[in-house]
Nanobody
Framework: EVQLVESGGGLVRTGGSLRLSCAASGFDFEEYAIAWFRQVPGKDHEGVSCITGLDSRPYYESFVKGRFTISRDNAKNTVYLQLENLEPEDTAVYYC??????????????????????WGQGTQVTVSS
């Protein structure tokens, strides 16, 4: 059974930092891309960052502007998202997601929500002004 568990969210002031973790199990973690999305009430999920399978290439949405860093530790089956210089607009629930377990498609990144089959429960990030 595929499981994704996020942690590391919390309340910080503007300019603060957090490190989010996504612990995965139930599949060959190293082969597959992992993405981070976020959601605020009343809006759809928004892509934040993604890291590919096997070669670990990072991708970021334009609003990140160099403030976030994604990485993965395949020995620990964990993806990290380091959040720096946080702004109130970054307040959201952050989710990690994994693709369908097909190596032909699951190693690459996409900002399309339906490309991601498995989702964690989310972790709340709140940035106060």
């Amino acid at each position: 059974e595929v499981q994704l568990v996020e942690s590391g969210g919390g309340l910080v002031r503007t300019g603060g930092s957090l490190r989010l973790s996504c612990a995965a199990s139930g599949f060959d973690f190293e082969e597959y891309a992992i993405a981070w999305f976020r959601q605020v009430p009343g809006k759809d999920h928004e892509g934040v960052s993604c890291i590919t399978g096997l070669d670990s290439r990072p991708y970021y949405e334009s609003f990140v502007k160099g403030r976030f860093t994604i990485s993965r530790d395949n020995a620990k089956n964990t993806v990290y998202l380091q959040l720096e210089n946080l702004e109130p607009e970054d307040t959201a629930v952050y989710y990690c997601a994994a693709p369908s377990l097909d190596p032909a498609y699951g190693r690459t990144c996409s900002w399309i929500k339906r490309a991601w089959t498995y989702w964690g429960q989310g972790t709340q990030v709140t940035v106060s002004s």
